[in-house]
């Protein structure tokens, strides 16, 4: 197989794309904090993948392909998280709010030992 130039830039620029993401990908893994990310940016950036690798596969060219498939892997591992993540957190506000009025404490109050 012959690299050419385009093919060499859409290497680059996939692989040094993917390396922007890792760090995101594995705090998200590592600590399950989704706090601070978009559902709706991620949900919206993992269908722009899906569209991207089945435009590689249609004008087969592998970089595309490759590399937008490898995305919109990583784009929803975090996607999921968030999802999970934003499900638990009304479930553990409503425990926390729950034990606070059964101590006749509000959240604004400090507790004083």
């Known amino acids: 197989m012959q690299a050419t ?3 060499l830039i859409g ?3 996939g692989c040094i794309g993917l390396y922007s993401f890792m ?3 594995v705090k998200c893994c590592r600590t399950g904090d989704t ?3 978009s559902l709706r940016m991620f949900a ?3 269908f722009g993948l899906l569209l991207w690798t089945a435009y590689g596969f249609a004008i087969g060219s592998l970089p595309v392909l490759i590399f937008s498939a490898l995305g919109l892997v990583l784009s929803s591992i ?3 998280l968030k999802v999970r993540g934003a499900r638990a957190q009304p479930a553990i506000e409503d425990c926390c709010q729950g034990s606070l009025q059964q101590k006749g404490a509000t959240a604004a109050e ?3 030992g």
């Open 5 to 7: 130039l385009p093919t």
């Open 11 to 13: 290497v680059a620029a």
């Open 23 to 25: 760090p995101q990908v």
């Open 35 to 37: 706090a601070a990310i």
């Open 44 to 46: 919206v950036r993992t």
């Open 78 to 80: 975090i996607l999921v």
């Open 110 to 112: 400090p507790i004083t």
